[in-house]
């Protein structure tokens, strides 16, 4: 029994361990007809007014068209998982190794490249892909995280560095084939003469760190849940493998999205009827006179303001202050 116990304290854990009862596992739904694509048609009521205005979200999105995802297993292979696929139609999700391959690059036309890494490889210049993109005339952008846990307060950084890559590369092509319309004045782009923006984001191996990235960028951007992500995702690139501390991660970016999503909304709303003079701007209270009616009760007991309240308290009472400015030294 001793040298049972001696063992016992001499073991040192490999890993952080806890006691407490373990979250139960984040459960994806299979698809109800794997051989029925998964279809995505991007609409504004589906997006944060904070990330992106509606004009900025059909720039991005090439005015709604529609992304599609097949299931991938059936002619999946295994040198598959050593390349990338592209998620949307501009943003692909591969391992790092795609990063450094310069004809791929140049010939899926890749105008940025976002690397998912550990802060401790950012220390040690590995993954560090800039002369690379110095050299090939692309942007190299990255996220640098120490952990899962630091994810969630990163995503709105990566969504914002890939929307503002696709609308500048758009602007600054605008820019130079915009003619003024003779008739109306206004500006005119030609479409056709503007070559789109491509993301690559990657990590070792695109299957966890940057695939969690490409996920929250599809929920934010299009709407999409926890769950529904992980499916569009496995039909794209079958080998991601987000494990469960990922998924959850993804479940409470999930709701933290939803809850933005409702605020900002609501507040949109409000502001464009303020504009057009349909709502009164609100008070936050109620003055106590507003609380009774014209015949002098209160709307409910039928009793007298100055005999059925205490209205007393209040008569004669100034204004007062909780806290006032220190005076200065």
């Known amino acids: 029994m001793e040298s049972i116990a001696r063992i016992r304290h001499a073991a040192v854990p490999t890993a952080p361990y806890t006691r407490q009862t373990p979250n139960p596992p984040f459960v994806i739904p299979p698809p109800t007809n794997w051989t029925t694509p998964m279809k995505i048609v991007p609409s504004y009521d589906n997006v944060d007014p904070s990330f992106l205005s509606n004009k900025d979200l059909a720039i991005i999105t090439q005015n709604g068209l529609e992304q599609v995802a097949q299931d991938s297993a059936a002619h999946w292979e295994y040198e598959n998982r050593r390349v990338a696929q592209p998620i949307l139609d501009y943003l692909y999700l591969g391992p790092s190794n795609v990063a450094r391959d310069r004809k791929w690059l140049r010939d899926e036309g890749i105008t940025m490249i976002l690397a998912a890494r550990d802060t401790k490889q950012a220390g040690l210049k590995i993954m560090a892909f800039d002369k690379l993109a110095e050299e090939m005339g692309i942007e190299a952008r990255y996220l640098d995280v120490a952990g899962y846990h630091e994810l969630i307060p990163a995503f709105p950084s990566a969504i914002r560095m890939i929307n503002d890559h696709m609308l500048r590369v758009y602007r600054e092509q605008a820019v130079k ?26 990590c ?15 929920m934010a951007i299009l709407g999409l849940s926890a769950a529904q992500v992980c499916q569009f995702l496995t039909y794209k690139r079958f080998c991601v493998s987000m494990d469960e501390d990922l998924k959850h991660t993804l479940r409470a970016y999930e709701d933290i999205l939803l809850a933005q999503r409702t605020v900002h909304q609501h507040e949109l709303k409000d502001y464009s009827h303020l504009a057009r003079g349909d709502i009164q701007q ?18 409910m007991t039928g009793v007298n303001q100055f005999e059925g309240s205490d209205q007393e308290r209040f008569l004669g009472r100034d204004n007062f202050t909780p806290f006032v400015d220190a005076p200065a030294e």
């Open 177 to 202: 084939t915009a003619q003024i319309d003779p008739e109306t004045g206004d500006m005119v782009v030609d479409e056709s003469s503007i070559k789109r923006g491509k993301v690559l984001v990657f």
């Open 282 to 299: 609100k008070k936050t209270k109620r003055g106590i006179d507003e609380t009774v009616d014209d015949d002098g009760d209160d709307g």
């Open 204 to 218: 070792e191996t695109g299957n966890d760190r940057s695939a969690s990235v490409v996920s929250a960028y599809i």
